[in-house]
């Protein structure tokens, strides 16, 4: 199990690459995050639900509809 800051550390520099390679925007799923990552689906949605709340990081996050699929977020550089 990963510790948890280290993992949001690790997010938030891979959304910040995905965000230079999307010209600034992109959706996120945490189901196709956690496979790049050595964490459970719940684990990075857990991060990205901190990081939503963490007021220094260099974008903005938006969840867009939650479902049995699981939650959309919409991360845009600021």
């Known amino acids: 199990m ?8 690790q997010l938030r520099e891979y959304l910040i690459e995905e965000l230079a390679a999307d010209d600034g925007s992109t959706y996120v799923k945490s189901r196709h995050i956690a496979e790049s990552f050595d964490a ?13 709340c963490d ?6 996050m938006q969840r867009r509809g939650g479902s049995s699929d699981g939650t959309t977020w919409y991360i845009q550089m600021t």
């Not at 990963?2 to 550390?9: A, K």
């Open 2 to 9: 990963p510790n948890p800051v280290s993992l949001q550390n």
């Open 40 to 52: 459970s689906t719940k684990q990075i949605g857990a991060a990205l639900a901190a990081l939503e």
């Open 55 to 60: 007021p220094s990081i260099p974008f903005t």
